[in-house]
T-cell receptor, first 114, second 116 residues
């Protein structure tokens, strides 16, 4: 079946540190991959996405590359800020053009201290 | 409003009671989704509407759960004979069309349900 596994948190970093949050997936076919973010007191929002192998999604300084050979979609940022503190969810959509079922990981809480 | 609106934001009920949770999607969004998020878990798909019809209800856990969207806009998730295990945050999301920007769902802040 389809599933997403992401590293457990919390991840605690100092401001300007490098961030990696690991995400691996299991899927049949060719899924689309996503990172969603949930800031305190807000709803989930799309951070970035990639729809095919070797695509790189990027937004707000965050990047993730769709790696089919390692079934991974790790989230990275070169220099985190306190305002990046949030919960990050990796997700997949089993079919590239179908949005009806996003399958989420368990979420990773990021805490950035000044 | 600009975003997806969910009411109530918090609901405490007793075991065995009936509960309704409402979702008001972004105006013009034809696709609407319900997810459930238990503590420490990611959101789990419940049901998807395209317009007024439930295109996929395979995530509903049992027949105590039902959802409607009679006019293709507001949706109501209905839970009968609530159980303690139903306690979770129920998330609603909408998107403009099924095929536009796949995977970009706009989520509400959720309705937190606590069953005592």
């Amino acid at each position: 079946g389809n599933s997403v596994t992401q590293m457990e948190g919390p991840v605690t970093l100092s401001e300007e540190a490098f961030l990696t949050i690991n995400c691996t997936y299991t899927a049949t076919g060719y899924p689309s991959l996503f990172w969603y973010v949930q800031y305190p007191g807000e709803g989930l929002q799309l951070l970035l996405k990639a729809t095919k192998a070797d695509d790189k999604g990027s937004n707000k300084g965050f990047e993730a590359t769709y790696r089919k050979e390692t079934t991974s979609f790790h989230l990275e940022k070169g220099s985190v800020q306190v305002s990046d503190s949030a919960v990050y969810f990796c997700a997949l959509s089993p079919r590239r053009d179908n949005t009806d079922k996003l399958i989420f990981g368990t979420g990773t809480r990021l805490q950035v201290f000044p | 409003g600009a975003g997806v609106s969910q009411t109530p934001s918090n609901k405490v009920t007793e075991k065995g009671k009936y509960v309704e949770l409402r979702c008001d999607p972004i105006s013009g969004h034809t696709a609407l989704y319900w997810y459930r998020q238990s503590l420490g878990q990611g959101p789990e798909f419940l049901i998807y509407f395209q317009g007024t019809g439930a295109a996929d209800d395979s995530g509903l856990p049992n027949d105590r759960f039902f959802a409607v969207r009679p006019e293709g806009s507001v949706s109501t998730l209905k839970i009968q004979r609530t159980e303690r295990g139903d306690s979770a945050v129920y998330l609603c999301a909408s998107s403009p069309t099924r095929d536009n920007n796949p995977g970009e769902l706009f989520f509400g802040e959720g309705s937190r349900l606590t069953v005592l």
